[in-house]
């Protein structure tokens, strides 16, 4: 059932009805993601030896190509005129399940789509800055990281700034305009997040963007930069501002000194709640920094926070 035909109208149909994922796993009926809901590739489910063979012939677009395969990993491969996909798999009960993503180039204008008067000039203000610390963290990681993306071809369109991007995986081909961006994808390019910080943080950089936080090291890596003037964006999946928060001290060995950290560094969280298309009006919850904001940080008081901003 999958061969090459297979997988040329798979990757076809993915850029005709703007599918960001595809998933592929034994026993399923194939499915792919938009933004609009999730739809089916083929009436029939896969067997295991489909699913390997899928994952065979994307490899086959890739420079890892003559690699063997692991019980699980990532790779990238683009297709001229159609764009860049990435590819992570990993071992389930005996069988491999299949992730394909395609990066988007195109990105949404966060001048247009946040229409309050009054959060806009904030935003711009804190990005004119240029240090501290910008939390993206939301329900829908794709919402996330399309609100970074957007915030960083903002930023690359106004100044000449060094943007480095680690990713995993990568969402979108971020152009250059006026500044310099370097996008590496963890798995592809590098080998972790701390390897890419320790990159960046060499290459003097003016803006690092992670679309994870996965460890202490990486969050010990945030702060580096922070202390070193370089505005870091960190993007990754909560249930709202407060949980994002209570993430970053339930991963840190010291909640104490990581509180205390994220005080001082934070200038804005932004939870994206939806994405109107048809509008392109993106609706969020924001927090900007303050002088009673820092000291809930500091004390945990999450919660607290959170009726803080219901008021405000």
């Known amino acids: 059932m999958v061969d090459a035909a297979f997988v040329n109208e798979l990757i076809s149909t993915m850029v005709e009805k703007r599918a960001y994922e595809g998933i592929f796993a034994a026993g399923a009926r194939p499915i792919l993601r938009t933004e609009n809901g999730a739809i089916g590739f083929k009436d029939a489910r896969l067997t295991p030896d ?16 003559n690699n063997p395969l692991e019980e699980s990993g990532i790779f990238s491969f683009g297709i001229k005129n159609l764009g860049r996909f990435t ?12 992730s394909l993503r395609r990066m988007r180039e195109k990105v949404f204008d966060i001048k247009q789509a946040v229409t309050s008067r009054e959060l806009l000039p904030m935003l711009f203000h804190l990005i004119d800055q ?10 829908n990681q794709v919402l996330n990281v399309s609100v970074a993306a957007s915030i960083i071809s903002y930023i690359t369109q106004k100044k000449l700034n060094v943007v480095y991007t680690v990713e995993k995986p990568q969402t979108h081909l971020l152009r250059h305009n006026n500044g310099v961006v370097i996008q590496r994808e963890v798995g592809t390019d590098v080998m972790s997040f701390d390897e890419a910080i320790r990159q960046a943080l060499s290459m003097n950089v003016d803006i690092l963007y992670l679309n ?9 890596g945030i702060f580096r930069a922070v202390e070193r003037g370089i505005l870091v964006i960190a993007a990754f999946p909560s249930a709202g501002i407060p949980y994002s928060f209570l993430y970053l001290e339930n991963i840190a060995i010291s909640p104490i000194t ?4 994220t005080a001082s560094s934070l200038q804005m969280v932004i939870s994206p709640l939806s994405f109107d298309h048809r509008a392109n009006v993106l609706h969020a919850s924001w927090l900007f ?9 500091r004390l945990g008081n999450y919660f607290e926070l959170e009726r803080f901003i219901k008021k405000s």
């Open 130 to 139: 240029g240090t501290g610390l910008f939390i993206i963290s939301g329900k």
């Open 258 to 261: 990581v509180r205390e950290l």
């Open 289 to 297: 920094k303050k002088e009673e904001v820092s000291n809930m940080i």
């Open 50 to 65: 489909d699913v390997i063979q899928l994952l065979v012939l994307l490899r086959q677009k890739s420079k890892f190509a």
């Open 212 to 220: 994870d936080v996965p460890g202490e090291e990486t969050l010990s």
């Open 87 to 98: 590819v992570e798999y990993l071992q389930q009960r005996g069988s491999i399940v299949v």
